[in-house]
Nanobody, 126 residues
Framework: QVQLVESGGGLVQPGGSLRLSCAAS????????IGWFRQAPGKEREGVSC????????YYADSVKGRFTISRDNAKNTVYLQMNSLKPEDTAVYYC???????????????????WGQGTQVTVSS
């Protein structure tokens, strides 16, 4: 069955870095665009970034542009989110998700994604 498993979250000081991983199984990763979302306590889930099947196309929310980098290694069935210059407002549970086949990379919409991981907690605090 389709599975997405996030890892790499943790506690980091402001200005620090983390790299999240999303391990995919049960489907051919290279056929699908993948997105990262996050949800902070009391807030709605928001799209952070997404990457096309080949890795050529990417999208970043304004709030993370220049600080986060999305990448993928289809041979390893893994998508990454490198997060640098972290801020307290980046604190959230981060989720990866598989975009429905045939859709294009753009502003992430929850309805465009059909499978989700369980999430990994990222806490930015001194």
């Amino acid at each position: 069955q389709v599975q997405l498993v996030e890892s790499g979250g943790g506690l980091v000081q402001p200005g620090g870095s983390l790299r999240l991983s999303c391990a995919a199984s049960g489907f051919t990763l290279s056929y699908y665009n993948i997105g990262w979302f996050r949800q902070a306590p009391g807030k709605e889930r928001e799209g952070v970034s997404c990457i096309s099947r080949s890795g050529q196309g990417t999208y970043y929310a304004d709030s993370v542009k220049g600080r986060f980098t999305i990448s993928r290694d289809n041979a390893k069935n893994t998508v990454y989110l490198q997060m640098n210059s972290l801020k307290p407002e980046d604190t959230a549970v981060y989720y990866c998700a598989r975009m429905r086949w045939g859709l294009r990379v753009g502003v992430p919409s929850i309805a465009d994604y059909d499978y989700w991981g369980q999430g990994t907690q990222v806490t930015v605090s001194s």
